[in-house]
């Protein structure tokens, strides 16, 4: 009975001694995996970008590397003016370049260093092309680039989006492909301590899965504390754009609306195509039909009919040859010509080469013996 119970007591001891293994296991792997993914998720919220120099001169190359962003993500890289104020219309658009992040979440690219269309100062401006917008900005001095000072933002207010909506519509160049334009109308009010002066604010449009493309615009004027006031934002899609868009807009880092835009598709610029390739090729035959119709040879007027007539004809007597025919070949009588009873020398079959008066004998009436008169002698 001692045996028993000492066989069966020693089971209990080993699962405690093998539960607080797994209790020690556990404490650590919940210390060790949450820290590091919270480090990692803090370094996704916070991306960044350093520069292999801080001064280059157009026509150089720079390296940008970047740690911190999502894995696997399309960025662009450009050097902007004025530190991006005005959006993407501020930066070398033209010598920008495009780069998808590591799994890691890090990223290493060339970037040529090109003048942008706005003074200094200056960024590199790295931003996401897909899903979650992020951007970030390293300073870059071009140098023999112009340097101006930046517009200053005076709000200090506390800015709130009381109504908002999209006004205007397309024409008949929109349905061409132009530019679709609208103007993002708000009424904001103040509820801040201090006034609000000249603000400065971000308006976005985003399509499907890809992430807004901002642009700083600056409103001219002062919202007081406690009153309201009323905005117009001009905003405008690239040529031929169309379908379910997102304008957003921003005030400092928080976004005050979005309002969905609509763009129908330009079928102008379908129907030019199809009238490009049905009008233009018909056009092209017809001409080339009446070119074909103007050098082509033509046929001699004469016909073959007229031709054997005439040969019968001259057989007869009734015309002398023509130099211009063509002798006929001997022993080939001339096919019988259908058209032969209306010519003129078969309609009148009595006159023959022998029944022909001769050109030589003299028409006149024959002369009768008449008796003299008796005066006449």
């Known amino acids: 009975m001692a045996r028993r119970s000492t066989r069966a007591a020693a089971p209990p001891a080993q699962r405690s001694v093998l539960a607080a293994l797994l209790a020690v296991l556990a404490a650590a792997s919940f210390v060790v995996f949450p820290a590091g993914g919270a480090s990692r998720a803090a370094a996704a919220e916070s991306p960044n970008v350093s520069l292999s120099e801080e001064e280059a001169g157009a026509g150089g190359t720079i390296t940008v590397t970047g740690e911190g962003w999502r894995p696997r993500t399309l960025l662009t890289l450009l050097i902007c003016g004025q530190n991006m104020i005005g959006g993407t219309n501020a930066c070398a ?18 970037l040529p260093v090109a003048e942008p269309p706005k003074p200094c100062p200056c960024v590199v401006h790295v931003a996401t092309v897909t899903g979650e917008a992020a951007s970030a900005d390293a300073t870059l001095k071009v140098a023999g680039h112009p340097v101006a000072p930046l517009p200053e933002d005076e709000g200090t207010g506390r800015l709130a989006v009381l109504a908002a909506r999209l006004e205007g519509s397309s024409g008949l160049l929109t349905w061409f492909g132009a530019p679709a334009r609208r103007q993002l109308v708000l009424t904001v009010g103040n509820l801040g301590s ?14 499907g899965v890809f992430a807004p493309q901002w642009e700083e615009q600056q409103w001219r004027g002062t919202v007081q504390p406690g009153e309201k006031a009323r905005i117009r934002l001009p905003v405008e899609l690239a040529a031929g754009a169309h379908g379910d868009y997102l304008v957003s807009l921003k ?75 063509p002798p006929d070949p001997p022993g080939d009588p001339d096919p019988p010509d259908p058209t032969a009873a209306s010519e003129p020398a078969a309609a009148f079959p009595w006159f ?13 009436a024959p002369s009768e013996d008449r008796p003299t008169s008796k005066g006449s002698s």
């Open 352 to 364: 023959t080469p022998d029944t022909l008066p001769s050109r030589e004998a003299p028409l006149s």
């Open 251 to 325: 005030y400092g880092d928080k976004v005050l609306t979005e309002q969905p835009w609509g763009v129908g598709r330009p079928w102008g610029v379908t129907l030019f195509w199809v009238l490009l390739f049905v009008v233009v090729p018909a056009a092209v035959f017809r001409i080339g039909m009446a070119v074909v119709d103007r050098v082509r040879p033509r046929a001699p007027g004469r016909t073959a009919g007229h031709t054997a007539g005439r040969h019968r004809t001259r057989q007869r007597g009734l015309n002398p040859p023509d130099p211009l025919d």
């Open 194 to 207: 201090a006034p609000a002066r000249n603000p400065v604010f971000r308006v976005g449009t985003s399509h």
């Open 93 to 110: 658009n033209a010598d920008g370049r495009a780069v998808t992040t590591r799994p890691d979440g890090t990223f290493t690219r060339k």
